[in-house]
């Protein structure tokens, strides 16, 4: 079983800057990428950014100068640094992460959410 248990959302006013961080624990066999995600009230998932174990980021084009993704020696731990936060970056973060677990099975796994407001 794969567990992804996400931090560090919260209320910040704008300008502001949070760090979400995102583990994966259970039966993992290798991790190939892992990502963030979000979704506003009434709108759809969207991408936000992420990163391979090649290192490669990826960004979706709002947040780009403004967020960095980072992981963490083990790989098993992924980051989002959100500065210069805007109200617009209100949303619930998801981590994504692309994996293959123990019964060889690769699939992207979800965490539960965490829920980043920025509001003066």
């Not at 990428?33 to 990163?51: E, H, L, N, T």
């Not at 174990?53 to 709002?62: F, L, P, R, V």
């Not at 619930?92 to 980043?116: A, F, H, I, M, P």
Request: net charge positive; hydrophobic share 30%; proline share 2%.
């Amino acid at each position: 079983q794969v567990q992804l248990v996400e931090s560090g959302g919260g209320l910040v006013h704008p300008g502001g800057s949070l760090r979400l961080s995102c583990a994966a624990s259970g039966t993992i066999v290798a991790i190939y990428s892992m990502g963030w995600y979000r979704q506003a009230p009434g709108k759809m998932r969207d991408f936000v950014a992420s990163i391979n174990n090649g290192g490669t980021h990826n960004y979706a084009d709002s947040v780009k100068g403004r967020f960095t993704i980072s992981r963490d020696n083990a790989k098993t731990m992924v980051y989002l640094q959100m500065n210069n936060l805007k109200p617009e970056n209100t949303a619930v973060y998801y981590c994504n992460v692309d994996l293959l677990s123990s019964n060889y099975r690769r699939e992207g796994y979800w965490g539960q959410g965490t829920e980043v407001t920025v509001s003066s």
